[in-house]
């Protein structure tokens, strides 16, 4: 059970996993692309709920139905957001997120 | 003390008769109307003067005096802790002959409509304000309280309202009535105002209080000073001011010549004999307090009827309208009296102006009205109310020739005639008091004799005019009513004033004054001589005398310009400066605020919608640039 | 249940009746029916009211009763009366019944119009009737709300910009008042304790004078807008005029009565010290309101301006009456109150009507109205009549009593204002002798107006309800004087 790599590790990874996602949401144009940046951002979420799991509280499996749960929402969340861009697509025969910009004032 | 609570049915009868007229009055018919009208006023004629017998003949005699009766009363409304409004009967010597004049006044009125008036539109509607009006100046005669007396007072301007603008689609006739109500409204104010003091001061508005000797009102003398005269003066001469509005006094006089633009009829009856006489009752219901309290106030009221009376009777010289001549010549009459108000004392001989102010009330009452229906009678037989264009009626109204003759020479003040008698007293009373005065109404005397027997020769003689048909006289229900005031005109100056209505109740001795009344008649005589000499014949006399004194002649033609100034005054200062700045301040400047307000909130958050762009990565970008910057802000600046 | 809570329910089932009818012709029905009723039971509740003061009962508040609400910010639903409520109430269900009549055939006619003007009438009953901060201000804003929508729907003129800023001034007054009335709540228990909503437990302790000199001000203002206070005004000419006939009489009939009332009930009653020392700068605003709205009047063109100056002239007067705090002045502000609802709301009425025959609203496009409609001219000429405070007609009593009552008063501060404000009554003159003189005397102007018919039934119902109000009250004014000037009275003492 004692395995070499340290919490640090986990929870670097998991950081540059979670900019990257963020920076992906805030700079990529294409919804998919977006879509697939916030995959990244709850992922590196998981990582640190089963670390932290792992390395704090080894005897409990909070973080592990947490865990389990967010994969959960996030397919549920995938599988909303595609449809609402397909639904995009057929309105604005794109998928450009800077074309998407009828709520606003 | 006899019971005199019937006469609660004097002003019971005419708000029925009003009331039943009012709303049931078109359903009748136009004959039936007028005969419910003068039924009514019938009864109250007969009540006035059976109580006026009963009062006169001893019941209203105590210990030689005439007293006061509260023959009603009933608590209308409560003001304050100490101030109530009441409805009820006073009766006292003026009040009782008040009683007299309103209903012999109103009853002839309502007679000689019934032929006036036959066949105009909305003679139901005639008189049902006719019964509106006799109840509302009943009301204000036996007021027992001063704030009974102002409500009747407003219901007596509103009554008057209604009848000069009769005629309402007339624009003339309508820019009159307003002209009447606004202005007697604007003097009403300060009669409100002067109650306001009054009952501040006394605590009460009961006329037997306030007039009582040892009441607050004449005791309180002292009180505060306001511009070196006490509240007392200043409230009595605001009260005066409400007096002066009704009784056309000058400044306020501009309505009543304006006034007559309502149906003949009527202009006898409010605009000659009764309502425009309210102020001189006023002044001698509060006659003690004006005396003992307010004697500065008393001095005005002398001044200013004095000037009244002169400065009507210059303008009456000129005018061609014989009903605004008969106008101007009741502004002048009443000044007499409010003039004769002003220099009487109080009690016995003393109140010799005061008798006589009351006594030429009552003889004015009868010879005005005469003089008006009289003139009612010309129009009616000419249709026209211009002297110019009458003449030689004497031949084809007999009844009227005699009838106004009449009337001219009681106005004039012939020796036996009623106007004599009380034309007399006052002069006398004038005499005692101030000799300026006194030589102003002389002057006056020989004026009201001129321009009546001007306005009479221009009627009745000289030659034929074009008319578009002949002139025939009136029928019976005009010309009986006529003869009737004639006899009263004739015989009122009789009536022995001086043992029944002095100011004190109790009687006194008066007899003429030769030394006084011989030259006034000589003064009068002269006056119908001019006349004779320039109106009997047609001639150029006047025309060459109105051109020798072209400007003086121009400027009382034209009622020396006070029209225009009352005009100026309304619309250009109020109507111009006061009225349309403000509301050009309010659209402008209270609402261009709040419309300001509005702008502001919608110029900044146009603004600040730039802000929500839709672009949904510049709103990500925000929030965690704006995370980061809280983590670093509590991180690094809060510990 | 207590009875009061009917003046709440029946308008609610009303709506609810209205909901299930077909049409616009059945929904007028079935509001008239309940609006009947209403009338019905605000006359049963006058007369259990006489009868309990007859009887002896001096409490302050009658026919009470409570209900929990929200237990932890102890917020009830407490209902009462006295005779002030009572005179509103009567003052209410006759200018609402009349509104209803009034818009009988009204043009665009639609269910959502009654909706919407009954549940106004429950806002304002509720108001009337509320003895607890939270509810009342929950009623407030019932009746301030569907006026937003009554306008901008069904309004002439430019009526969305009328009905933005009438909705959004109020609404400002709201924000004022609702500061205010947390400020009371706070301050409800000086001495520890339960904070509370409810006025009479409020009115038997002190409020720290600190408190009252910051939200007594926010109150009074807050109340004010409604009731017309210079220079808060200005909603009330652009409203009237693009207000349907029905709302413009009861928003000028009822709801800036309101603003008097809650001056009163809530400013005054709860702060009295405070009351006292600022009422003079109110006094000053209250006495330019009565002459500038009566100047501002004079040279208006349409007939709603002139009569919104007018009311802001008339609801000055009663501010102004309030703050002279004596009871013969206050009880002239609630007698000027009611004859102000009932007169205002004839006017309105009436120049309803005659625009839906001339179809203009410039008085110098009408003339000689008189001779073709003469039921609806004497009823405006008797309208104008009470107005400029003629005796026999309500205006005069309410007049006197504020008149009188304001120069009580021995300083010279006080008794000037007085008389600056009497000289309204001859500017009131003067503008409606010259409305009365332009539209209905002189010639018929139009061969047109030949073709008018006169008042039809539903119109004649509405008016002759809102002028037997106005002469009895001008006649036999010592019945409702009477009641008011007894109610009035802890008032004042608390005001002393």
Redo the contacts between chains.
Sequence with gaps: MNSGIPLEYYLIVATIMFFIG?YG???RRNLIT?LMSTELILNSVNINFLAFNRFLFPGKLDGHFFGLFVIAVAASEAAVAIAIIINIYRRFTSIN??N?????? | MADFGYTVWILIVPFVTFIVLGLFGMKLKARISGLTGTLGLAIVTVLSYATAFRYFLGAGLADGIYQKIIAFNSTWLTLTDRLHIDMGVLLDPISVMMLVVISTVSFMVHIYSLGYMKGEKGFERYYSFLSLFTFSMMGLVVATNIFQMYIFWELVGISSYLLIGFYYSRPSAVAASKKAFIVTRFADMGFLIGILILSFTTKTFDFVTLTDLNGPAITSTGGAVFLGMSVMTWSMILIFVGGAGKSAMFPLHIWLPDAMEGPTPVSALIHAATMVVAGVYLVARMFPVYYFAAPEALQIIAWVGAFSSLFAAVIATTQTDIKRVLAYSTISQIGYMIFSLGVSGYGGPEGLGFMASNWHLFNHAMFKALLFLGAGSVIHAVHSNYMTEMGGLRKHLPITNITFLIACLTIAGLFPLSGFFSKDEILTAAFHHDKVLFAIEYLVAGLTAFYMFRLYFSIFHGHDRQYDHTPHESPATMTVPLIILAIGSVFSGLLPFNRLVTSDGAPFESHIEWSVAGPSLIIALTGIAIAWVMYRKENTLPDRLASTFKHSYKWAYNKFYIDELYLFITKKIIFRRISQPVAWFDRHIVDGTMNGIAWVTQTVSNRI??L??????QY??VF?TGAVALVLFFIYLIK | MNILSCLVIIPLLTITGILLVKDARQARVVSAIGMGIQLITAFIIVFMYLSERKAGNTDQMLLMSSYEWFRSLNIYYTVGVDGISVAMIALTSIVVSAGVFASWEMEDLKKEFFISLMLLATGVFGFFISLDLFTMFLFYELAVIPMYILIGIWGSGPKEYAAMKLTLMLMGGSALLMIGLFGIYFNSAPDGGELTFNIIEISKITIPIQAQRWFFPLTFVGFGVLGALFPLHTWSPDGHSSAPTAVSMLHAGVLMKLGGYGCFRVAMFLMPEAANEMAWIFIILTTISVVYGAFGAIVQKDLKYINAYSSVSHCGLVLFAILMMNRTAMTGAVIQMVSHGLMTALFFALIGMIYGRTHTRIISEMGGLMKVIPFLGVAYVIAGLASLGLPGLSGFVAEMNIFFGSFEHPDTFHRVATIIAITSIVITAVYILRVIAILLLGPVRDPHYSEFNDARWYEKLSILALLTGIVYIGMIPSGLSGIIRDSIMPIVEKLM
């Excluded at chain 1, 998407?100 to 004032?105: C, D, I, P």
């Excluded at chain 2, 929500?612 to 990565?617: A, I, R």
């Design positions: 963020v949401f805030l700079t977006i997120v800077e998407v910009n009828e709520l606003k004032y | 919608k730039g929500q762009s839709g672009q949904l990565q990500g970008f965690v």
